[in-house]
């Protein structure tokens, strides 16, 4: 009865919660070149101030954004922390967008913009849970932990020396909830028990000489083609070839292989979900795709460079060429391990030209067992709100910050929340507004559920 009435009340707040969206997809807040950071900390710090969530910046030595850190103190020994971000994912090439990314245009019941779902729609659905609640007079009784980042669509750079710089301010925690897009692209919704890791680095062939003249191509060694013949000892377009690294990795339990046989998505989805991009494996069954999607560490290379293509005729061999190469790994393996193993790697290829190898970013992979009470809390709201079994994925095939908050606590955490998952960073992006009453729902049901 309690639950049917909150229901009710969303739906009657609809149009109030709706113009609070708007209000914060049209104030832009692009990490990676800074646009409207500081409006958009100010909006949000005050929107919490507002239902009684004091908030503290946090701030660290080496820079970037703040983290909004609010505490709706309870005075309780239960702290859950609510993790979420308020910067946005570049809006890329504006001739991608049938409408400006800012504007937060309703058209029929999508609301088209950047960081509509990713992640303001969610973040939101707790302040308006809370909200809600507080209209209500009912209790919450646990003291909820806000984490608001502002730098996790360019990888988070600073927020391991925030959380070491302000250890003080982050009480003990006992749970934690990454809030984020979590539905199919079916729409069905899911729950992510922990994340991939993620190596990033940047590997740079130089020749000693520097550029030669292209008629010494004979007698003088050739960055590019050494940085292919590497690309080439690395991945063999099937399989990683650096040495014992898969090594480390241990397999799901037999409960978490259940839940992997009852995901629904299948290879159809997944494509669509993509836009039509082809499957590698086409051949595999739905399964055995997901299980690759989710339980196996993957390489990509997402830049090389080397010298121009634009005419004139050159004539002349590179004195250098670099690619951009990135590691999702899975549990336990180990970013700095794999690192390592690179550099190692690449020395004992005695390439005919000079290796450096850069670290440009990295993460650890997380796995919250699924046999966790919480998760099942987490699990009944989320069933409950979406009228539907929820997926349960043991790790999510993206990466999230989640192992600097284990490195601190070793405590439950996973992901959940309302909008498509496959549709973040995509122009376009939008949530609609049933997802968006769906995301505050869930929201309020969790809170109800961890107040049992
Ligand atoms: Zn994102």
């Not at 820079?63 to 309870?74: D, F, Q, R, S, Y």
Request: aromatic share 8%.
């Amino acid at each position: 009865m309690k639950t049917l009435n909150i229901e009710k009340e969303i739906r009657k707040n609809k149009n109030k919660y709706v113009k609070t969206l708007k209000k914060f997809v049209q104030q832009p807040s692009i990490s990676a070149d800074g646009t409207g950071i500081e409006g958009m900390v100010k909006i949000l710090t005050e929107e919490m101030n507002k239902i009684g969530i004091s908030t503290r910046l946090l701030k660290s030595s080496t820079g970037g954004n703040p983290v909004i850190l609010g505490t709706l103190n309870k005075n309780s020994g239960y702290n859950l922390l609510v993790y979420g971000h308020y910067d946005v994912h570049s809006v890329g090439d504006l001739n991608d967008w049938d409408y400006e990314p800012f504007s937060a245009e309703i058209i029929g019941n999508k609301i088209i913009g950047r960081g509509t779902a990713d992640n303001k729609g969610n973040f939101l659905s707790w302040i308006k849970a809370v909200e809600i609640l507080k209209d209500l007079g009912i209790d919450i009784p646990f003291n909820i932990i806000f984490f608001f980042e502002g730098e996790e669509e360019i990888g988070s750079p600073n927020l391991e020396n925030i959380i070491r710089e302000n250890e003080k301010y982050i009480p003990k925690l006992d749970a934690k909830i990454v809030f984020e897009p979590r539905q199919d692209s079916q729409g069905h919704p899911f729950i992510n028990l922990g994340w991939k890791g993620m190596l990033s680095l940047k590997v740079i062939f130089k020749n000693k000489g520097g550029q030669i003249h292209a008629s010494y191509g004979s007698i003088v060694s050739h960055p590019i083609f050494e940085m292919v013949k590497a690309i080439n000892k690395i991945y063999d377009g099937n399989m990683i070839l650096l040495p014992d690294f898969y090594n480390d990795i241990i397999s799901v339990s037999g409960e978490e292989e259940k839940c992997i046989e009852k995901i629904g998505l299948c290879k159809k989805g997944i494509v669509k979900g993509l836009g039509g991009e082809s499957i590698k494996q086409i051949d595999l069954s739905d399964k055995e795709i997901i299980k690759i999607l989710l339980l196996e560490p993957s390489m990509t290379i997402s830049a090389v460079s080397a010298g121009s293509v634009i005419p004139p005729v050159r004539s002349v061999v590179l004195g250098s060429a670099s690619f951009l190469i990135e590691f999702r790994l899975v549990p336990n393996q180990n970013s700095k391990n794999i690192y390592q193993k690179l550099v190692k790697y690449l020395n004992e290829l005695n390439l005919n030209c000079k290796v450096e190898v850069e670290l440009l970013s990295n993460s650890e992979p997380t796995r919250t067992s699924v046999r966790d009470p919480f998760v099942e809390k987490i699990r009944k709201a989320c069933n409950s709100t979406f009228n539907c079994e929820c997926y349960v994925y043991p790790n999510l095939q993206g990466t999230s910050p989640d192992h600097l908050f284990k490195k601190l606590y070793q405590i439950p955490s996973l992901g959940c929340g309302c909008g498509f998952h496959h549709l973040c960073h995509r122009p376009n992006e939008y949530i609609t507004v049933e997802q968006y009453m769906k995301g505050i729902e869930l929201a309020t049901k969790i809170i109800l559920e961890l107040s049992n």
